[in-house]
T-cell receptor, first 114, second 116 residues
Framework: NAGVMQNPRHLVRRRGQEARLRCSPMKGHSHVYWYRQLPEEGLKFMVY????????ESGMPKERFSAEFPKEGPSILRIQQVVRGDSAAYFC????????????FGPGTRLTVT | AQKVTQAQTEISVVEKEDVTLDCVYETRDTTYYLFWYKQPPSGELVFLIR??????QNEISGRYSWNFQKSTSSFNFTITASQVVDSAVYFC?????????????FGTGTRLTIIP
């Protein structure tokens, strides 16, 4: 049973470009959480999605960031017009259902903006 | 609002010493879960333990032990006979139950260095 997959593992973008981060949850998991870890900091919640629905995006910056979790395929975190401050590690976690408090983390995507 | 405080930013101990990492949390809920994660230099997050608010029993797993005290809102983590492989950043986290949303609130982490 494969774990949570994230790709790419490392991504380098120039200022102004778009970054697309992918997260494939564990098989049978329909809940996805995205977290961001800025350098030398803890993880901060960004967004919680279920299949085809954004449930909570209270941690996501209002501009340039968007997330989706389509019926088929991975969850995507999209950052438009990246700036240096977006450089961070982005982790996704998947969960099979609610009310179990189990989140399985992927290895993370390290985004570097030059 | 929920909050997790890890007051120890960095700790260094000599190998084989015991070390305790502190975690204090704030929540208004009566039902919640507490977690510890390890982040080694390679960067991934390694799950260590999950504890719900109704279970105040301390837990031991090999050299690791956890002390949950609801009265002081603390969930401390002790490593006995530390080893170099224990060097990592350790995060404490909290989740509440809010209409199925179990997002985690993390502390800022404690960087543990074991000196050989």
């Amino acid at each position: 049973n494969a774990g949570v997959m994230q790709n790419p593992r490392h991504l380098v973008r120039r200022r102004g470009q778009e970054a697309r981060l992918r997260c494939s949850p564990m098989k049978g998991h329909s809940h996805v959480y995205w977290y961001r870890q800025l350098p030398e900091e803890g993880l901060k919640f960004m967004v919680y999605l279920q299949k085809e629905n954004i449930i909570d995006e209270s941690g996501m910056p209002k501009e340039r960031f968007s997330a989706e979790f389509p019926k088929e395929g991975p969850s995507i975190l999209r950052i438009q017009q990246v700036v240096r401050g977006d450089s961070a590690a982005y982790f996704c976690a998947s969960s099979p259902t609610s009310f179990r408090h189990e989140q399985y983390f992927g290895p993370g995507t390290r985004l570097t903006v030059t | 609002a929920q909050k997790v405080t890890q007051a120890q930013t960095e700790i260094s101990v000599v190998e084989k010493e015991d070390v305790t990492l502190d975690c204090v949390y704030e929540t208004r809920d009566t039902t919640y879960y507490l977690f510890w994660y390890k982040q080694p230099p390679s960067g991934e997050l390694v799950f260590l333990i999950r504890r719900n608010s109704f279970d105040e029993q301390n837990e031991i797993s090999g050299r690791y032990s956890w002390n949950f005290q609801k009265s002081t809102s603390s969930f401390n983590f002790t490593i006995t006979a530390s080893q170099v492989v224990d060097s990592a950043v350790y995060f404490c986290a909290l989740s509440e139950q809010s209409f199925g949303n179990e997002k985690l609130t993390f502390g800022t982490g404690t960087r543990l260095t074991i000196i050989p």
